[in-house]
């Protein structure tokens, strides 16, 4: 069996080879400050790509989207990716991905396979309150195989017993965490971040085994993301994390799972 690579591209945009296959999860192309704030502080996105999209989209197989809010599928996704490349959505998406023009969408209400790879799709919440009432549905996505490390990528998901249970039942070796402790600041105040900030991670590195590893992505590119690579590694520190589990790749970097 291949070597189980993920690659992240910027903000939650992963490539990842799982079991022969290619798959780009959360497309986000966007020339640096050519998109609008989300609260109005610095454009988005706030980084540069490190590498030509052509490098990104060259040779794979299928798309994996865990919603499309413009930081996780941006205006140029269209224009990118062919249109009949195979397109995995949760079901309130189909119409919009197919209105771009994509051929293949196909939604995974609960559970597709192809090949020998087993794709499972997990609802979360992306916040709670008010501002998780606005946010709109998210999901998961479970990657399993035989031979394979089994991968849950959380999406825009909140630590919440309904991720535990999915913890649980699939028993990930590796779970993507989108870190980035998003606000939107008139909502926050209440409701708090709508993805994990550093000392929700934390929370999960205390709470889940320890041979459960962190990928933590989602940082460092959007002016609504409160938690930087350098504020969650200062937190980690701080917390005594064994940073062989918690890793905080950048961007550009293939982790070897």
Known sequence: METTTIRLVRNATLRINYAGHNILVDPFFADKGS?????????APRVHLTMPVSEITEGLDMMLQTHIHPDHYDETVKQHLPKDIRYYV???DKATVEQDGFTRVEVIEDKTTVEDMAIHRVSGHHGFGKIGE?????????LTAEGCPTVYIMGDCKWEDCIRETVERFKPDYIVVNSGGAVFPEFSKVDGCIIPDEAEVMQMLDELPVHIKLIAVHMDATDHGQTTRAILRNEALHHGVDMSRLLIPEDGETIKL
């Open 90 to 92: 949760q079901p309130q």
């Open 134 to 142: 606005i946010m709109g549905p998210v999901s998961g996505y479970v």
């Open 35 to 43: 998109m609008q704030s989300a609260i109005g502080v610095y454009k």
